[in-house]
């Protein structure tokens, strides 16, 4: 059974870092592409950043520059690392993994993924 973990998220000023950490399990083959995703409060879930099998990367416009999204020595640890956060970054910040092939980009719509973490929460006060 997959399961997918996130660790690290917290309160914390605006200015501030947090690294975000998504650990899986459960697994032995490789996932096509790995997201974050977050959602806040009356909001739709949006991608954060992916992150496809060979490295390549995306990022929302709202987050480039501030956020970076890497892989673990261990093909099943996922990070994010944020800088310069913001108060509108407040939100639950999810993990996704992809399984299937969709091309060389990685997807970002939240349905595309068939892997889930449970969230972890990012609340920046100004």
């Known amino acids: 059974q997959v399961q997918l973990v996130e660790s690290g998220g917290d309160s914390v000023q605006a200015g501030g870092s947090l690294r975000l950490s998504c650990a899986g399990a459960g697994y032995t083959f490789t996932m096509y592409c790995m997201a974050w995703f977050r959602q806040a409060p009356g909001k739709e879930r949006e991608a954060v950043a992916t992150?496809?099998?060979?490295?390549?990367?995306t990022y929302a416009d709202s987050v480039k520059g501030r956020f970076t999204i890497s892989k673990g020595s261990t093909k099943n640890t996922l990070y994010l690392q944020m800088d310069s956060l913001k108060p509108e970054d407040t939100a639950m910040y999810y993990c996704a993994a992809r399984s299937l092939w969709s091309g060389p980009t990685c997807v970002t719509t939240s349905s595309d993924y068939n892997y889930w973490g449970q969230g972890t929460q990012v609340t920046v006060s100004s």
């Open positions: 992150i496809g099998r060979t490295g390549s990367t």
